[in-house]
């Protein structure tokens, strides 16, 4: 029943990830280490509600949203862009949840030990600067440096579907072929490539 409520909730909120990579985020976050919850790439906020709701229920840590909320428009407006992420979210931030509208690269800079961010919207939230799952929506040249903050046992996502999917399944290869012994497992649901850190 929960589950089934997960996937109803999160499905009326705007986005790509479909319910094989919901279920498989549930299963993933199950399994996650003590440790922030971070997503490059959130859009309106499907996936991001989802982490909360799961972070919450397994006690992981809180959930930093990382995007620049560009409208996919040419006349459309960026800030309610935001503004829709925001409404989608509030009910579920809770102080456990907040964003940085900024480049992947120029997030990882700052992402570190003692984090707090604060948004009007959702108000203060703070970091422990260490990854227990990253969940990576955007362009693979921008998650690079996410890659290193990730604590053993801890997961990485990388959608592989989409207009980025060829480009993001080489990355993946390629990290894999960098840093195989590190990995302890992997599979794919959903359009996306799951791997686990070894503890």
């Not at 935001?82 to 907040?98: D, K, S, T, Y």
């Not at 399944?169 to 990995?183: F, I, P, T």
């Amino acid at each position: 029943m929960e589950r089934a409520g997960l996937l109803r909730l999160a499905g009326a909120i705007p986005g790509d990830c479909g319910e094989a990579k919901m279920a498989a985020l549930m299963e993933a976050m199950r399994h996650a280490p003590p440790g922030d919850v971070v997503e490059i790439g959130s859009g309106s906020g499907r996936s991001a509600a989802l982490l909360a709701c799961l972070a919450g229920r397994y006690n992981v840590g809180s959930v930093l949203c990382v995007d620049r909320w560009r409208s996919e428009s040419p006349v459309g407006d960026a800030d309610e862009a935001l503004q829709i992420f925001e409404i989608n979210l509030a009910p579920l931030a809770q102080g456990r949840l907040n964003y940085l509208r900024a480049p992947s690269s120029q997030a990882a800079g700052l992402y570190g030990p003692g984090l707090e961010v604060h948004s009007e919207a959702f108000g203060e939230t703070r970091y422990q600067g260490r990854i227990a799952l990253l969940n990576i929506e955007g362009d693979p040249v921008e998650w690079k440096s996410w890659i290193s903050k990730v604590e053993p046992g801890g997961w990485i996502v990388v959608a592989c579907d989409g207009v980025l999917g060829l480009a993001a399944r080489r990355a993946v290869e390629s990290l894999l072929a960098r840093e195989e012994e590190r990995v302890g497992a992997r599979f794919e649901a959903g359009g996306a490539m799951f791997l686990q850190l070894r503890r």
